[in-house]
Structure formats: C-alpha cells, structure tokens
C-alpha cells in the first residue's frame, strides 16, 4: 500500500552548533560507530576525520582518478562504489577486491551481515547480494536514486516514491513523494531527502517539514546525538543537534 505524506507549509531555519574545516575537498560523508570519514569525488585515499578535522588518509590505489561515489565502513574493511563496480578495501592487509561489477551503479548500502543492496540504473534493477557477494534477490523494472540502511530496514529512494523493504526484499510499507529530491538521510523516525547543492532540506514523518540551512548541502550522516552536514563545497562539516530536525 502506497502511503501519501501530508506536505506541511511550516518552514524551519537551523544554525550549527559546531563547525570542522576540512582541508581536503569531499564529496561524501560516512559515520561508523564514533568515526567520521570522508571521501572525495576523485582520488586515492578516504579520510578519517580526527581532532580539530585533522584528516587520516586512508590509501586505496595508486590511482588518483580513481572515481568515489559512496562508501560504506566495516569494523575490518571500506567499501567503495566508483559507479561501474564496488570494490572492498582490507583495512588490515591493504588487499582490494571487486566484489561485483554492472554498468551503472547509482548507490549502494551494506548491511550488518555484510551482504550488499545496489542499484543498477542501466539495467533497472536493485540488486540483493549475499555474504558471498552473489546475487540473491533482484527486484526489476525499479532504480533508486539512492538508498540507505537504517538497522534492519532499507529505504530505497525512487522517483516518485520512497521504498522500505526489509533485507530479504519484502516490502514493508511504501511512500509517495512529490518532492524533487536525489539523497535519502534515516535517523529514528524522521527521513530526510534532499538534493546536493540545496540550502534546504526535507524531514518527513506525518508531514513534511522544509527545514532551511545556512549553507548547502552535501551529504548527511548520524554521529551520536548529533547530525553531521558535509556542505555542497566539501570543506566543512557542520554539526547540528538532532532534536533541531
């Protein structure tokens, strides 16, 4: 059942509690447990993100055109999705494999059990990987924008609607969107869409709030009780209470 989000005309503005000065341009933001990494669009290296944003290069290749669309953190490795294949970074061995390989992967999102959800633009297809990175479970005729992995619920962002589904692709419940949007951002209850670039974002729950910043935005990720907003220059990180979403 396709469930229809009330738009509520009530504007928000917000302000930072706290700001980290990025020396490296990023395209990408990523939190695991208490760490935040950070990814350029092009390069050979991802980023810890330590005291004062002083930023750990991670280096994966000697290539430095090596093309970084998002990446997802395990305890022991990083995967990295270039948009023709998603590679698996050992942090401990330096090894990279691919792990699958398509035409056009438009996001990725990796489970607790290390299995992988992708979408295939070219093919129309969301592809479910197992723990051994062969295919399982192919939903077709569907491409997500984007998609994200909230503890045991995938929400897939499409055109028109925004999909949960659960790990063995049973849809859980499905949500029109009338709203223009290429991001999908999960904590809690609220979902967040948004496009790069905007000053504004969309928290949706009952209804739909526009919540505007004073900046733009990048990308969006959870770190503890805050929210941290890679801005659209990717030079700054700024971090926002939740509760002010």
Same mark, same amino acid.
């Given at each position: 059942m396709i469930l229809p989000v009330h738009i509520t005309l009530f504007l928000l503005c917000i302000t930072p509690i706290d700001s980290i000065r990025l020396t490296? +341009?990023?395209h990408t933001a990523y939190v695991y447990e208490t760490t935040i990494y950070c990814a350029p669009f092009t390069g050979n290296s991802i980023f810890v993100i330590g005291d004062r944003g002083? %930023?750990?290069p991670i280096t994966f290749t000697d290539n430095v055109n090596y093309r970084i669309y998002d990446i997802a953190v395990t305890p022991f490795s990083c995967y990295l999705n270039n948009g023709r294949s998603i590679e698996k970074y050992y942090f401990g061995s330096g090894i990279r494999e691919t792990v699958f390989t398509a035409n056009n992967i438009t996001s990725f999102l990796v489970t607790r059990n290390d299995e992988i959800l992708l979408s295939d633009?070219?093919?129309r297809e969301i592809i479910f990987l197992d723990f051994t990175y062969a295919p399982r479970f192919i939903m077709e005729d569907v /491409? +997500?924008? &984007? %998609? #994200?992995?909230? &503890?045991?619920i995938m929400y897939l962002l499409l055109q028109d609607r925004i999909l949960l589904c659960d790990e063995f692709g049973n849809i859980a419940n499905e949500t029109s969107l009338s709203i223009a949007a290429q991001r999908i951002f999960v904590y809690d209850t609220t979902i967040i869409v #948004? /496009?790069?670039g905007d000053e504004h974002i969309f928290a949706i729950t009952d209804s739909v709030r526009r919540i505007e910043l004073q900046h733009g935005v990048g990308d969006i990720a959870e770190h503890g009780n805050?929210?941290?907003?890679?801005d659209n220059h990717g030079t700054t990180l700024f971090i926002y209470r939740k509760s002010d979403f």
């Open positions: 490296t +341009a990023c002083r %930023m750990q633009r070219q093919k /491409s +997500a924008k &984007d %998609m #994200f992995y909230g &503890d045991t #948004f /496009s790069p805050h929210i941290v907003v890679l």
